[in-house]
């Protein structure tokens, strides 16, 4: 479908449609590959919560086309739900924001399966950028994206996932309410493999909320990484953090540069690695750098760690270099 150059007020449910697969494939785009061409927003006469949703909808890609809310009704852009393959968001404009009490999404799904989910080359501005809380969901790729929202990539029971070469700033300006932590990338219950890769983040938290990179939890890998990231986030009333490992195992983080800088008051609470009760662990060839403590480690198994260097920016009041199962050092 080659939409003509114009702005666009529809409300679009997807449901399945006979005969598309991986070969017979359906594209909605702008006819002149200009994103600023095609303006797709809400009906506000509609009163729907999506602008489209897919309701086991294959094989379905949407390219080059700007979509946006108006701050009416609409909440989600995209809303994925039951069981959805294939599709394809890329290169597109996706502008979710909210000034009400309940934030907008760029994309979302709850209680969905997802296979080969692909979100490329986007630029997104949002209060959420992408939501996945999914039954199951494997082979999903997020490359190439700008992302600039309150919390960026949300996502639950992902299997086989890749998180590449993003550039994601999360924080207060973008925040709605306030005391919405800016946290940049959350992975949990994701099993088998992930990659995340070459992603630039800042994050910036508020007076009432804390600032956040990166948190993976509950997640049994197979020798998953996380590698050539450059992690920075300010620390705020409330704290921050730049790296938490926690319950899971089979990780390994490799040549990552991450920064703890004073923000706002900065009198939270800031460590830039946390590692808990986490096993066949690597951590290997990293800076960690700024203000508080570098890394905190403990109740963990089979962890090796080498070549990295942990430095910290006084006043040391506010924590040590190394906590190691509860015992603070300033140096090693």
């Known amino acids: 479908f080659d939409i003509l150059s ?7 449910i997807i449901d399945s449609i006979p005969g598309s697969s991986s070969i017979n494939t359906i594209t909605f ?36 086309i700007s979509f946006r809310t108006t701050d009416f ?14 599709i394809n968001i890329l290169s597109n404009k996706l502008n979710a924001i909210s000034f009400f009490d309940t934030p907008a999404y760029a994309v979302n799904s709850d209680n969905a399966q997802t296979t080969d989910l692909k979100i490329n080359n986007n630029i997104i501005n949002a209060n959420f950028g992408i939501s996945s809380n999914t039954i199951s969901a494997s082979r999903t790729q997020i490359i190439n994206n700008q992302i600039n929202a309150a919390k960026g990539i949300i996502l639950n029971n992902h299997d086989s996932l890749q998180i590449e070469n993003n550039n994601i700033m999360v924080g207060v300006s973008l925040v709605f309410p306030d005391y919405i932590s800016g946290l940049a990338i959350s992975i949990s219950g994701c099993n088998e493999y992930f990659k995340i890769s070459k992603n630039k983040i800042s994050s910036l938290g508020s007076r009432f909320a804390n600032s ?18 450059f992690l920075y986030y300010g620390v705020s ?7 938490s490992i926690s319950n899971s ?10 920064q703890a800088n004073l923000g706002l008051s900065g009198i939270g609470s800031c460590t ?7 096993s066949q662990c690597n951590v290997k060839n990293n ?46």
């Open 287 to 332: 800076i960690f750098g700024g203000v508080r403590t570098s890394f905190n480690n403990s109740f963990n198994s089979s962890l090796v760690s080498d070549f990295n260097s942990f430095y910290f920016t006084p006043p040391i009041t506010f924590g040590y270099n190394i906590v190691y199962n509860g015992t603070g050092y300033t140096n090693l």
């Open 272 to 278: 830039k690695f946390t590692l808990a009760s986490t």
């Open 212 to 229: 956040g990179c990166i948190i993976i939890d509950s997640s049994i890998c197979q020798n998953s990484v996380i590698v050539n990231n």
């Open 29 to 64: 785009q702008s006819q002149s590959g200009n994103w600023d061409d095609v303006i797709w927003e809400e009906n506000q006469n509609d009163f729907a919560l999506n602008l489209i949703t897919l309701n086991n909808s294959d094989y379905i890609t949407f390219k080059n």
């Open 249 to 258: 195992s089979g990780i390994n983080v490799y040549y990552n540069t991450i």
């Open 237 to 243: 009333e409330q704290g921050g953090f730049g790296l």
């Open 73 to 86: 009704t609409v909440r989600r852009i995209f809303s994925l739900n039951q069981n959805c393959n294939g």
């Open 6 to 12: 114009g702005t666009y007020q529809e409300d679009v």
